[in-house]
């Protein structure tokens, strides 16, 4: 019997095992932070917070099924990425509303929002709503946490660190749009 060189591998593989669920357990699903606390903080540090949010993510995926993988290139390459994290928070709990999370469209509207940021001025600024993309994952990421571990830190509160980024980065972001729009004519 021979078998045909060209054909799709039989075995099963997978990037990451499935999350698993552990009733009582104090560890949040995903990385928890208000979503005004994540806006704002992505705002003030020209976007870096969101890649700090998705490494905290992709760390608490792999400490909470014992994954293989490793955050910080999750986070690197997260343009690639993205979407499996969207998907991971979609497919965590199908009982919750959560489930409804348009990963798809969340993780196209993101990529192209984060390469928008590349743009010369004043394009730049296209890449601004980009930011919101992440609200209804994180959304989705409370409401489960809210469910799987409701004693979790909710990490609403701004620490010494995070007034530091807005008092530095809010100027400066806004003298950056200042700046943009001045030397437009």
Not at 67 to 96: E, G, H, M, V
Not at 136 to 164: E, I, K, M, T, Y
Request: charged residues 10%.
């Amino acid at each position: 019997m021979q078998t045909n060189p060209y054909s799709p591998p039989q075995s099963n593989v997978a990037d990451v095992p499935p999350l698993t669920y552990l009733a009582g357990d104090d560890l949040p699903a995903f990385f928890s932070v208000s979503q005004s606390k994540l806006l704002v903080l992505t705002l003030c540090t020209f976007g870096l917070y969101q890649y700090y949010w998705l490494y905290n993510n992709w760390k608490l995926v792999r400490e909470r099924n014992s994954a293989n993988i490793s955050p910080f290139w999750r986070t690197f390459f997260s343009i690639f990425y993205c979407y499996q994290l969207f998907d991971l928070i979609r497919r965590y709990r199908p009982d919750l509303p959560s489930a409804k999370l348009a990963a798809g469209p969340l993780a196209a509207a993101w990529i192209i929002a984060t390469l928008l940021f590349n743009l010369p001025a004043p394009y730049w600024l296209l890449g601004f709503p980009g930011m919101l993309v992440l609200l209804p994952v994180q959304q989705a990421v409370n409401s489960l946490n809210q469910v799987v571990a409701p004693a979790h830190d909710r990490n609403a509160r701004f620490g010494a660190w995070n007034w530091v980024a807005v008092a530095l980065g809010g100027p400066i972001l806004l003298l950056a749009i200042y700046g943009t729009f001045l030397g437009v004519e």
